[in-house]
């Protein structure tokens, strides 16, 4: 009984919750700096923030983005209890849809490789790359092959905690690959002022590993359930690709 009691409890909460939020019209999420997509400093925070907003305003809702480090974003969105209701933006993976429930896409952009110009890498399958030693960001989605193969040990990945640091390994000829988003990269060379530089010495690779559709996930309770009709909802009535062009040029 006093399991049953629980459960029941945690089920009214859940419900108040919801209830609580609908009626604050706040819509209350986590995100990392990640320029040009989000980032506290970013003008309208950033491409995907800006598109979240207008959806969100598009149904009468205001939207309340908290940056945190990558991994503590996804934390904090995954406790029912934190006061948010998910976290963005994100790729589409097996893992991350069986946890939380993803938005209709708020975005794209093109997943691919950073590498030398003096040293250009020609591949047309990853099974072509297992010799080749390639940076990732730690606890970043990639794509379910690259993802695979990594976790099976097919692939030699260098994780780190941030893609300039992998453009620092990649231009100073410590790795030959580090997968990045094109934007990220561009967004990068032409700001952060410790790889202004080195921008000459590095070029996007030839080869896309996919164009990748970007999400909110947001958490399977009903207070995130609702938030999501809200947003996509709201997405249908807004322009998300002419709202991010500005941040890509």
Sequence with gaps: MSMLRSIVLALVLSAVSAQ?????KVIRLTSLDWPPYSGEKLDQQGASVAVARAAA???GYTLEVRFL?????????????????????E???????ARFLLSDPIGSGPLGFAE????????SSLADLKAVAIGTVRDYVNTAEFDGMAAAGELKVEPVNDDA???RKVAGGRLPLAVIDRNVMGYLLANDAGLKAQAGELQFNARLLEDKQLYIAFQRTPAGQEAARVVNEGLKKIDPAAIAAPFFD
């Design 165 to 167: 640091t992998n453009l």
């Design 57 to 59: 305003e598009a149904m």
């Design 116 to 123: 030398r110009r003096s040293a250009p890498v020609a591949w």
């Design 69 to 89: 480090p990558w991994a503590r974003a996804v934390a904090v969105a995954s406790d029912a209890s934190s006061g948010v209701v998910g976290y963005f933006p």
């Design 20 to 24: 609580a939020w609908s009626q604050d």
């Design 91 to 97: 790729y589409h993976s097996d893992d991350v849809a």
